[in-house]
């Protein structure tokens, strides 16, 4: 349960970096991707920052 939050936690913010520009410190991040192994980590990453690309992009072409 806490990786899930801790994924959904790190999008939301990753979206909101891309979309309004709200800084966030990079502590913030190496707090919450934490894992157990070096292809977990990679994995997580990999997929937040997909997700939250995605959703930026998505949101553009709803918008414009």
Known sequence: MGVIKNFSLVVVNLIADLWFGIVRKPEFYDNHTVTRTKRGY?????????????????LCSRIY
């Open 42 to 58: 990679v994995l997580f990453v990999t997929l937040a920052g997909i997700i939250a690309v995605g959703t930026a992009i998505w």
